[in-house]
């Protein structure tokens, strides 16, 4: 595993994205501060003693957090196309069972460059069950080579069905004892990397009752994010009220897995009823916008859930259902799927779009929390826009609205993780892109 390494760089010149007790703040002429990976000035001063990149023209923004994805499917773009979620499950499923160590590497590596070309720095990986620990070691070894800060979802399940209906494929279930076990020699050999474990589940029918029990009680001793699949369409409520005469929501409730570090993703058919609950219990969700589309799973809740109290983050979902993996691209149609589905041109503007791509599900993740921009204290996860690289974007009236309604990774110059700069003039610093194309095509 690749060790994480802080490093210290002045941006100088450059537009700033800025927390101001106003809110958010676009400030012009702006020097950043980088020391050992943590910004310590924003202003007019530079430090001639540290390395200067020079920001001249350039717009720079908090690093974007993607809550969820299956960088599994990196390597499947297409698959499934037009069947609806359970038989694109078993589609995407008989790939899980037969996933090799090699093709989990490259998937990782190809979505997890994708991501970052996109302003990404901090991802949810969400893993399906797998009981071979070689998989697992694939994808982190991509991730890290990578330089992204990664929260990694260990899949968990514990109940098999066939169908997938109320339970999990057989063949990728296996005890929980042992996947603990798994997680506790990975948390060990993670340390000190901008990689942490979590427990992913693939939805509320895939644990039973002691399952929950648990999964919430080594979540809550070890202080994990549990994330969730839930309500994506209609099938956790229709088994959830046939095998437990519950609904979903109140089955995981009862269960003891909701609580400040649930994620609960996409959740396209919350009612009012598991809006209030997740409020209470500080849930946050992970809001995936293109997927629910290509899936044909309905629209997310999103004004109500924010109504409601519910903290709501963005992610784009696996390359199986979205087939990007670029968050700009979920940044613009997060906002208009919503106005066009409430038909009001006013919901969702920049700054908040940017608040649930930045901060927006920070407490379930064990990340920083705060107001929408960058400040002196934030750790350096930072993304440096030149709008003048498509003319498509010029000219900059609004760069918000720029970045909303035009953004693309063509405009993503820099990428620093740690004040380390792992994307410089839109390409990795660490790895060999030239070879990864030749690899990903000699997959055909």
Same mark, same amino acid.
């Given at each position: ?14 537009? %700033? ?30 430090? !001639? ?47 899980? =069972? ?36 070689? %998989? ?13 800060? =990664? ?21 990728? =279930? ?10 506790? &020699?990975? &948390? ?12 992913? %589940? ?83 969700? !992970? ?158």
């Amino acid at each position: 595993m690749v060790r994480s390494q802080s490093c210290s760089v002045v941006i100088g010149g450059v537009t %700033v994205y800025a927390a101001t007790p106003e809110g958010p703040r676009w400030l012009p002429g702006q020097h950043v501060v980088v020391t050992d990976g943590v910004i310590t000035g924003i202003g007019s001063e530079v430090r !001639s003693d540290l390395p200067y990149t020079d920001g001249a023209g350039g717009h720079l923004i908090p690093g974007f957090v993607n809550t969820h994805t299956h960088l599994q499917q990196s390597v499947l773009r297409g698959a499934g196309e037009g069947l609806p979620l359970l038989e694109w499950l078993h589609c995407v499923g008989e790939f899980t =069972v037969a996933a090799t160590p090699e093709q989990t590497y490259l998937a990782a590596l190809a979505g997890g460059l994708e991501l970052l070309r996109s302003g990404v720095t901090t991802v949810v990986e969400h893993m399906w069950p797998n009981p071979s620990e070689a %998989v697992h070691d694939a994808a982190l070894r991509a991730l890290g080579e990578l330089g992204i800060r =990664v929260v990694f979802g260990r899949g968990l399940a514990d109940r098999s069905d066939p169908t997938r209906k109320w339970g999990m494929d057989p063949r990728l =279930v296996q005890p929980l004892p042992e996947a603990f076990a798994h997680i506790a &020699d990975l &948390d060990a050999r993670l340390a000190d990397s901008r990689i942490t474990t979590a427990l992913a %589940v693939p939805n509320p029918r895939c644990l039973t009752p002691d399952g929950m029990a648990a999964v919430a009680e080594y979540a809550a001793r070890h202080g994990k994010t549990i994330s969730i699949h839930l309500l994506e369409t209609t099938t956790d409520e229709d088994m959830c009220r046939l095998h437990a005469a519950c609904s979903a929501v109140d089955y995981l409730d009862d269960g003891g897995l909701l609580g400040p570090r649930t994620l609960a993703v996409h959740c396209c058919k919350l009612d009012a009823h598991g809006r209030e609950t997740l409020a209470a219990r500080g849930i946050s969700v !992970s809001y995936n916008p293109l997927s629910n589309m290509r899936l044909g799973s309905g629209v997310a809740p999103i004004p109500a859930m924010l109504a409601a109290g519910v903290r709501v983050g963005l992610g784009v979902d696996g390359a199986a259902s979205n087939d990007t993996q670029d968050m700009l691209l979920a940044l613009r149609m997060g906002a208009y799927l919503q106005r066009a589905h409430h038909e009001r041109a006013d919901l969702l503007p920049s700054d908040e779009m940017l608040h649930l791509a930045t901060r927006g599900a920070a407490p379930a993740l064990g990340l920083p929390d705060g107001p929408t921009g960058l400040a002196v204290g934030d750790r350096a996860d930072l993304t440096l826009l030149r709008f003048d690289r498509d003319f498509a974007c010029l000219p900059v009236r609004d760069p918000g609205a720029t970045l909303l309604t035009t953004g693309s990774p063509r405009v993503v110059d820099t990428v620093w993780v740690d004040g380390e700069a792992v994307i410089r003039d839109g390409h990795s610093t660490r790895i060999s892109e030239r070879d990864l194309v030749k690899l990903l095509n000699g997959m055909r």
